[in-house]
């Protein structure tokens, strides 16, 4: 979900810059330096994720896995896929420079309220419910991006709103497809390495 | 490797030997001037400016302009709706819907300034090593730990896609198939939450041999980078360019 440049209305622009600014600070406060590799490597592991092709009928979409990212990095996720999203516009012209920000907070904001509202699920006694809380985790991630998106079209003018509305009903798919894979990554990451949604990442309300 | 993303490489040619942390601005500045254009004339001299900088950056042109070109298939999606959905003086008619001649203007005006950019940002900056990007937005004060881990993902991103096909060829020499199928999207999900389980275990093992080689939370960062007479030139001349852009704009 890559907005390019020029689409949008300068206020949303830099609104959306403003915002991501303030999350990639929240998130950064919470690297230290014992979690900085750790960071590194899960953001690099999210980058490579977003190369995988899941075929959808006769065509394919690639992963986002930002609910994931969430539930693994809390606001770490913030900085960490901004990065990704930096090295995917200068190096393979994905997306643009100045909405930057904007596609940062579409796809990190939706991994930070993922990470609010079902990390708790994620720790329950029964690895087939946190299976279930991963699904709808992955689903609810990628209807927030779509949102997201959505919202920023609208902002910028009502000739983008009846594409915005069929965007979003177009993702549904996906939302499937991030919900399911969601669900078995996390049941897998819950019977092999039960610390990968350890306290390297938690957030201080569920503590 | 991941093509595009090289660590070590610089490419040579006039934007080589420019100072980093000038291409990173112009860049910005650039893509401000651009994206504040909209007559067709100054968007058509800022896309041209764009590939004047590619052919200097002596980037492989085709599959850079193949890149510049590619968009999401949403962007692609929405720009081919705006015609239908703006109102204006109608053009044309596709089943029924009136297309109007703002609307097409207003697809077009986006599709000039996204590629001009683009091209722009991968002519620029996208010409360093990503190591060397690093080092750029470090002296234009980016702060460090957000340039550690730019450092941190960028040196594991080969590592793990390494790790991504050896996982896949594992999963093909025991008879897997994508498909649109319930098994698909498990043994895929599988599959990323063990290349996470994986990643947490190698950041252990990194950070480890990191701190009995005396890590504390930042690495010096070496580069050399001073600007002489040929960076101001440069400096200059994107100015100048830019200028020229927003004048056409204005006339």
């Not at chain 1, 929240?26 to 953001?43: C, D, F, M, Q, Y």
């Not at chain 1, 329950?124 to 920023?152: D, E």
Request: proline share 4%.
């Amino acid at each position: 979900m890559h907005i390019v440049d020029g689409a949008l209305s300068i206020p949303v622009v830099a609104g959306g810059a403003v915002l991501a600014a303030a999350g990639i600070g929240l998130g950064l406060k919470r690297l230290t330096i014992e979690n900085i590799p750790a960071t590194g490597v899960l953001s690099a592991t999210f980058f490579v994720a977003s190369l995988i092709h899941v075929p959808l009928g006769p065509s394919s979409v690639h992963l986002i896995m930002n609910g994931l990212a969430g539930l693994v990095l809390g606001w770490a996720a913030f900085p960490a896929l901004f990065v990704g999203l930096l090295l995917q516009a200068v190096f393979f012209g994905f997306g643009g420079l100045l909405v930057l920000g904007v596609n940062t907070v579409n796809i990190a904001l939706p991994a930070v309220m993922v990470h609010y509202l079902c990390r708790h699920g994620i720790g329950a006694a029964s690895p087939n419910r946190a299976m279930l809380w991963g699904a709808l985790g992955g689903a609810l991630a990628i209807a927030f991006t779509t949102a997201g998106v959505a919202v920023a079209l609208a902002l910028t003018g009502n000739e983008f709103v009846p594409a915005a509305k069929m965007v979003f009903f177009a993702h549904i798919p996906v939302m499937a497809i991030e919900a399911l894979l969601s669900g078995a990554a996390v049941l897998l990451a819950r019977r092999v390495k039960p610390e990968l949604f350890g306290a390297l990442f938690q957030e201080k309300s569920h503590a | 490797m991941i093509p595009g993303l090289d660590q070590g490489e610089e490419s040579m040619g006039v934007i080589g030997g420019i100072d980093p942390r000038i291409r990173v601005v112009a860049a910005i500045v650039f893509a401000m001037a651009v994206v504040s254009c909209r007559d067709m004339a100054a968007l058509l001299s800022g896309l041209a400016a764009a590939l004047g900088v590619l052919v200097l950056a002596r980037l492989p042109v085709l599959p850079t302009l193949r890149r510049m070109v590619a968009m999401d298939m949403f962007v692609v999606f929405i720009l081919v709706m705006l015609p239908f959905t703006m109102p204006g003086d109608p053009l044309f008619e596709f089943a029924g819907f009136a297309a109007s001649r703002q609307g097409l203007m207003r697809a077009v005006e986006i599709g000039l300034k996204a590629n001009a950019v683009v091209l722009a940002l991968m002519a620029l900056v996208g010409s360093m090593s990503s190591v060397t990007l690093g080092h750029a937005l470090y002296r234009l004060r980016l702060p460090e730990n957000l340039v550690h881990l730019l450092l941190f993902t960028v040196r594991y991103i080969d590592v793990l896609h390494q790790e991504y096909l050896r996982l896949r060829i594992a999963m093909e020499a025991r008879g897997f198939q994508p498909a649109t199928t319930l098994h698909t999207m498990r043994s895929f999900g599988y599959l990323v939450g063990m290349m996470l389980v994986r990643a947490l275990e190698r950041s252990e093992r990194i950070l480890a041999a990191m701190s009995c080689r005396g890590f504390v939370g930042h690495f010096p960062l070496f580069d050399a980078f001073r600007i002489g007479w040929r960076d101001w030139v440069f400096a200059a001349a994107t100015v100048l360019v830019c200028t020229l852009i927003v004048a056409l704009e204005i006339a």
